[in-house]
């Protein structure tokens, strides 16, 4: 059984007697800075002199230093830019600053697991990883709840390292919900493959090979698009409720029956194995390799793919159909542009 923790097992005064960097302000950024500031952090966000976060994080009355300012004053530094940019910020404003006695926090263990930052042995390296994007993070702890969060220590240099990271992890509402200790390789593994196999690549790809061969059949794409991207919140919800079971609960028995006969069909033992392919290759370090070699020379291939993605027959149907729906729009915290 899994360790976890709740707002009992942490002790709040630990971090906010630090002084806390918060590096970049995206996604998971944003959240964990206002909602440190919140629980009585000292918390300042580490972000470049030309950054267009700056505004943005300066609005929400946070103090915004440079990456490397904010390293030196702080002692626990959180990295929150993107994966494939941690190694370059770690060597330009991390390391000059990263002196005995701080703590170096993740909210995902890829760059540590995969060897791309090597921290000096005397300092924390702690990871507190919330299992949901930034935008609910933070609107959960607004909402006095909380995404559930892993926990995990690398490195401990100051015999503290757990105590500290559960301590961060309630300053950002994720004991509320429950923190499942973990290891920085579990983390790393499990969440590359999760997401690549099923959360976003294996998701995209069953919506979009469905909504194919409804067309393709001369089935109208709005029909289509209702039937395989729009119903699957509604499902999803049902499921995230209660399961797999509480799903199959509410449809009904003509849909209960053709989950059991059908879905094993479509989803075979070939599409385990390729699942089993797609492990092997984020443990051997092969994905992270491809990933980081296509971003340093410019990122063409994630380019190429994104572009090619947007032109997704699905993705103009859909945007048609969400202008009807009022109701369905992004929440006024996103500051997600379609089709940007
Ligand atoms: P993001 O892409 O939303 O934001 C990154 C921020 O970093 C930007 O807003 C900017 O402020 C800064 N930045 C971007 N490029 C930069 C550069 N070249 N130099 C310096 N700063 C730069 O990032 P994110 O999705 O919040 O991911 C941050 C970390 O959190 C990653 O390790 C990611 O794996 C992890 N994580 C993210 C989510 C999520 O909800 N997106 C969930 C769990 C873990
Ligand atoms: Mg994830
Ligand atoms: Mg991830
Ligand atoms: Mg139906
Ligand atoms: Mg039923």
Same mark, same amino acid.
């Given at each position: 059984?899994?360790?976890?923790?709740?707002?009992?097992?942490?002790?709040?005064?630990?971090?906010?007697?630090?002084?806390?960097?918060?590096?970049?302000?995206?996604?998971? =950024?944003?959240?964990?800075?206002?909602?440190?500031?919140?629980?009585?952090?000292?918390?300042?966000?580490?972000?470049?002199?030309?950054?267009?976060?700056?505004?943005?994080?300066?609005?929400?009355?946070?103090? /915004?230093?440079?990456?490397?300012?904010?390293?030196?004053?702080?002692?626990?530094?959180?990295?929150?830019?993107?994966?494939?940019?941690?190694?370059?910020?770690?060597?330009?404003?991390?390391?000059?600053?990263?002196?005995? =006695?701080?703590?170096?926090?993740?909210?995902?263990?890829?760059?540590?697991?995969?060897?791309?930052?090597?921290?000096?042995?005397?300092?924390?390296?702690?990871?507190?990883?919330?299992?949901?994007?930034?935008?609910?993070?933070?609107?959960?702890?607004?909402?006095?709840?909380?995404?559930?969060?892993?926990?995990?220590?690398?490195?401990?240099?100051?015999?503290?390292?757990?105590?500290?990271?559960?301590?961060?992890?309630?300053?950002?509402?994720?004991?509320?919900?429950? =923190?499942?200790?973990?290891?920085?390789?579990?983390?790393?593994?499990?969440?590359?493959?999760?997401?690549?196999?099923?959360?976003?690549?294996?998701?995209?790809?069953?919506?979009?090979?469905?909504?194919?061969?409804?067309?393709?059949?001369?089935?109208?794409?709005?029909?289509?698009?209702?039937?395989?991207?729009?119903?699957?919140?509604?499902?999803?919800?049902?499921?995230?409720?209660?399961?797999?079971?509480?799903?199959?609960?509410?449809?009904?028995?003509?849909?209960?029956?053709?989950?059991?006969?059908?879905?094993?069909?479509?989803?075979?033992?070939?599409?385990?194995?390729?699942?089993?392919?797609?492990?092997?290759? /984020?443990?051997? =370090?092969?994905?992270?390799?491809?990933?980081?070699?296509?971003?340093?020379?410019?990122?063409?291939?994630?380019?190429?793919?994104?572009?090619?993605?947007?032109?997704?027959?699905?993705?103009?149907?859909?945007?048609?159909?969400?202008?009807?729906?009022?109701?369905?729009?992004?929440?006024?915290?996103?500051?997600?542009?379609?089709?940007?």
């Amino acid at each position: 059984m899994a360790t976890m923790y709740y707002e009992d097992d942490a002790d709040l005064s630990l971090i906010q007697s630090k002084k806390v960097a918060v590096l970049g302000y995206g996604s998971q =950024g944003h959240a964990h800075a206002l909602s440190l500031r919140d629980s009585g952090v000292d918390v300042r966000v580490g972000l470049a002199e030309g950054s267009s976060s700056r505004a943005k994080a300066e609005g929400e009355g946070l103090r /915004v230093a440079t990456p490397a300012r904010a390293c030196e004053e702080a002692e626990v530094i959180m990295v929150l830019v993107p994966d494939h940019v941690q190694r370059h910020l770690y060597a330009e404003a991390i390391e000059p600053h990263l002196t005995a =006695g701080k703590a170096l926090f993740f909210s995902h263990g890829f760059n540590i697991r995969f060897g791309y930052i090597k921290p000096p042995e005397d300092v924390d390296v702690c990871m507190v990883a919330p299992k949901g994007p930034g935008h609910l993070v933070r609107r959960e702890y607004v909402d006095g709840r909380g995404v559930p969060v892993l926990v995990a220590v690398e490195q401990d240099a100051s015999g503290q390292a757990k105590e500290l990271a559960l301590s961060y992890a309630a300053a950002i509402g994720g004991l509320r919900a429950g =923190g499942i200790e973990t290891t920085f390789t579990e983390e790393t593994e499990t969440d590359l493959f999760g997401e690549q196999a099923v959360l976003c690549g294996g998701v995209s790809e069953l919506v979009m090979k469905g909504f194919e061969v409804m067309t393709e059949a001369g089935y109208q794409p709005e029909i289509a698009y209702f039937e395989v991207l729009h119903e699957l919140k509604l499902i999803v919800d049902l499921m995230y409720e209660g399961g797999i079971a509480k799903q199959r609960w509410s449809v009904s028995d003509t849909a209960e029956y053709g989950d059991y006969v059908s879905g094993p069909r479509v989803v075979d033992d070939r599409v385990k194995e390729n699942m089993q392919a797609v492990l092997e290759d /984020v443990r051997n =370090g092969a994905f992270a390799q491809r990933f980081i070699d296509d971003q340093d020379s410019g990122a063409p291939e994630f380019k190429r793919l994104r572009a090619q993605g947007a032109q997704h027959p699905i993705e103009a149907v859909g945007k048609d159909l969400r202008g009807m729906m009022a109701w369905v729009k992004s929440h006024a915290d996103s500051d997600y542009v379609e089709g940007s």
